[in-house]
């Protein structure tokens, strides 16, 4: 599973370069709106970007951000309108491009998202998160090293960020280069060791290296972090298989389809029989 997060506002760096004067007001209800997303209350976030929308309808940031929100609950025909407007307000204002190729992706507008991923790169280089994304478009069409050379830049800009090696980690399994992938998704769980789904990948990655007893170590942990996730005992039924733990097999195949993944149902006719 690669990465295409929702994008919390204190990683964009917006600089609009609108000439409509913004006063300390609207800016205000700007950042109670951007405080309300980062703690994931979206609708309050969109209700003060819309106060500040309401004073000033040049306001190209606060279209772009509430563009995002909404989004982010799920309006996605909304968001991609705030975004149009963002940018119709300032052209210049590269950030605008990002959330607006977000949106665009989210509505299955692939070629739109790449345009506007493509234009925030080009007024802003340092713009991890657009090569973080049109990397992910790549990988997602089978342009693997352009993904990877995506995903290479974006690191060298923001390297502290743990989902860029997750997100190059996948591209390494595509391309069967399982070492190197490994190698990635444990700079991930450097940067972030509560996150079970780089325990998972790695344990993935370990499975394809055939490396049997290290992915089954990996994959208990990615349970005992979050022990809900079917996904997780399915993936360590088949560890066990490989490591001739039968019983142990059929027990996690079972709890696999308790959580609700179905598709454990077939493992367990290849496996339990």
């Avoid at 996904?231 to 360590?236: E, L």
């Amino acid at each position: 599973m690669r990465m295409l997060w929702f994008i919390f506002l204190s990683n964009i760096a917006f600089s609009c370069s609108s000439n409509h004067t913004i006063n300390e007001y609207e800016k205000k209800m700007k950042e109670k709106g951007d405080s309300c997303v980062d703690a994931y209350n979206l609708e309050k976030g969109i209700y003060y970007y819309t106060e500040a929308i309401k004073i000033n309808s040049y306001y190209a940031e606060a279209y772009a951000k509430r563009g995002l929100a909404r989004r982010g609950t799920g309006d996605l025909t909304g968001g991609l309108e705030d975004a149009n407007h963002s940018v119709f307000i300032d052209s210049l204002c590269s950030s605008c491009y990002l959330v607006r190729g977000q949106c665009r992706e989210s509505l299955g507008d692939t070629l739109g998202a790449l345009n506007d991923y493509n234009k925030d790169i080009k007024l802003n280089p340092s713009s991890f998160l657009s090569y973080n994304n049109r990397a992910t478009i790549y990988s997602s069409t089978g342009k693997l090293n352009e993904a990877l050379t995506d995903y290479n830049t974006a690191i060298q800009l923001s390297p502290k960020v743990s989902m860029l090696y997750n997100n190059r980690g996948q591209v390494f399994l595509d391309m069967s280069l399982f070492s190197k992938a490994s190698s990635d998704f444990s700079s991930a769980i450097s940067l972030e060791p509560n996150n079970p789904l780089y325990y998972q990948q790695r344990s993935i990655s370990y499975f394809q290296n055939k490396q049997y007893q290290e992915a089954f170590t990996d994959c208990s942990k990615a349970i005992s972090l979050n022990p809900k996730n079917g996904q997780y005992f399915s993936d360590r039924a088949i560890i066990r298989y490989e490591l001739n733990q039968k019983d142990s097999t059929c027990s996690d195949l079972k709890k696999a389809v308790q959580l609700g993944f179905d598709t454990a149902n077939e493992y367990l006719l290849i496996y339990c029989k």
